[in-house]
């Protein structure tokens, strides 16, 4: 079973929109970490967010903001105000007790921002 | 600069060859850890090398094989390459081999194309 799913394969959207990339995860651990990546044209990974499982407080960085649930088992990204910068390939993942190195991505979703 | 060096940045071969990824962790890590990014598969964990030893094991295939050596840097060997080897073949480094290092980054990639 996937234990991260991003349902979203891709969305569009116009400057200045503001969109919500969904994640959602599975685990059985109570402590893990979340986190959220972005990989623009060139291919790089990019580090945008990590959460422990005890830290449920949403958190903003400038445009960007993340809501984390644990009730839904969600980890969602918002980006206020997008621009065409912000088009890229976000992963979200996942590491558990185990070892907090090892990363489970999720697919991926695509965001094509339009100016 | 993430301090993770990953060559050669391109590579191009043809089916049935073997081809030698190289990377240099971060100054200090201990750990290693390369991951797969492919088109069918998404981006999945291979394996995890930590100070010279195996640590951990993800969905590498027989043909691949990864060694990490004295000065720890570490090689990811694939032999009897497919067309479905093409991918992007990223590389992290972590101090240590399981607690979350909160400065763990990841190479700019491998990215291999098989012919």
């Known amino acids: 079973a996937q234990k991260v799913t991003q349902a979203q394969t891709e969305i569009s959207v116009v400057e200045k929109e503001d969109v919500t990339l969904d994640c959602v995860y599975e685990?059985?651990?109570?402590?893990?970490?979340l986190f959220w990546y972005k990989q623009p044209p060139s291919g790089e990974l990019v580090f945008l967010i990590r959460?422990?499982?005890?830290?449920?407080q949403n958190e903003i960085s400038g445009r960007y903001s993340w809501n984390f649930q644990k009730s839904t088992s969600s980890f969602n990204f918002t980006i206020t105000a997008s621009q065409v910068v912000d088009s890229a390939v976000y992963f979200c993942?996942?590491?558990?007790?185990?070892?907090?190195?090892?990363?489970?991505f999720g697919s991926g979703t695509k965001l094509n921002v339009k100016p | 600069d993430s301090g993770v060096t990953q060559t050669p940045k391109h590579l191009i071969t043809a089916t049935g060859q073997r081809v030698t990824l190289r990377c240099s962790p971060r100054?200090?890590?201990?750990?290693v850890y390369w991951y797969q990014q492919s088109l069918d598969q998404g981006l999945q964990f291979l394996i995890q090398?930590?100070?010279?030893?195996?640590?951990a094991k993800g969905n590498i295939l027989e043909r691949f094989s990864a060694q990490q050596f004295p000065d720890l840097h570490s090689e990811l060997n694939l032999s009897s390459l497919e067309l479905g080897d093409s991918a992007l073949y990223f590389c992290a480094s972590s101090v240590d081999g399981g607690r979350l290092d909160y400065g763990y980054t990841f190479g700019s990639g491998t990215r291999l194309t098989v012919v």
């Open positions: 090398y930590y100070n010279g030893e195996e640590r």
């Open positions: 959460r422990n499982s005890f830290d449920e």
């Open positions: 100054s200090g890590d201990l750990s």
């Open positions: 685990t059985r651990d109570t402590t893990y970490y």
């Open positions: 993942a996942l590491s558990e007790t185990d070892n907090f190195n090892k990363f489970y």
